[in-house]
T-cell receptor, first 111, second 113 residues
Framework: QKEVEQDPGPLSVPEGAIVSLNCTYS??????FMWYRQYSRKGPELLMY????GNKEDGRFTAQVDKSSKYISLFIRDSQPSDSATYLC???????????FGTGTRLKVLA | DGGITQSPKYLFRKEGQNVTLSCEQN?????MYWYRQDPGQGLRLIYY???????QKGDIAEGYSVSREKKESFPLTVTSAQKNPTAFYLC????????????FGPGTRLTVL
């Protein structure tokens, strides 16, 4: 079993929809959780990070961590065609220098 | 602008050749990393370095080598011993002073001819 699991998609939604992207993890020692957006042939761009449980909001993006169920979510409101990309979740334990990534979910927002 | 630069963007290598990928950061981050990305496999850690003159093997270090002579620089050499080097290579950096958040460079696409 991988430490971080992510559905590869692809996920297709109409413009303006609310998108929900999810990951599960198995290591309860993870403290930091991150979401990256990666366009084709580009480096991943950090979107959100959260420490421990709870929600964090930034514009149209909301990151949610539920440590009791080991579940990580990213919500995108009012999705745009420019949001079409691969979204990677990642988890990290401080001091280990090991970031564990999901395989990424490919999202396509249709105009 | 602070960030991570990687060069070249595209690299072609003949079988049997060693090639070196460059990574430079001006974020003043202590830790630097090299990942390999293949379709459907996510990011796999090759090497990482916590401080200058120190580095550790990641999950797939065979056929690769690194050096960390300066805080800003972490070059990766793909040797002829790497059996399947065609991939997208990503450099990253992080620092406890920036909540351990990891930032990535734009990547280098290596193709073996």
């Amino acid at each position: 079993q991988k430490e971080v699991e992510q559905d590869p998609g692809p996920l297709s939604v109409p413009e303006g929809a609310i998108v929900s992207l999810n990951c599960t993890y198995s290591n309860s020692a993870f403290q930091y959780f991150m979401w990256y957006r990666q366009y084709s042939r580009k480096g991943p761009e950090l979107l959100m990070y959260t420490y421990s449980s709870g929600n964090k909001e930034d514009g149209r993006f909301t990151a949610q961590v539920d440590k009791s169920s080991k579940y990580i979510s990213l919500f995108i409101r009012d999705s745009q065609p420019s949001d079409s990309a691969t979204y990677l979740c990642a988890a990290y334990t401080s001091g280990t220098y090991k970031y564990i990534f999901g395989t990424g979910t490919r999202l396509k927002v249709l105009a | 602008d602070g960030g991570i630069t990687q060069s070249p963007k595209y690299l072609f290598r003949k079988e049997g050749q060693n090639v070196t990928l460059s990574c430079e950061q001006n974020l003043n981050h202590d830790a630097m990393y090299w990942y390999r990305q293949d379709p459907g496999q996510g990011l796999r850690l090759i090497y990482y370095s916590q401080i200058v003159n120190d580095f550790q093997k990641g999950d797939i270090a065979e056929g690769y080598s690194v050096s960390r002579e300066k805080k800003e620089s972490f070059p990766l050499t793909v040797t002829s011993a790497q059996k399947n080097p065609t991939a997208f290579y990503l450099c990253a950096s992080s620092s406890p002073s920036s909540t351990d958040t990891q930032y990535f460079g734009p990547g280098t696409r290596l193709t073996v001819l």
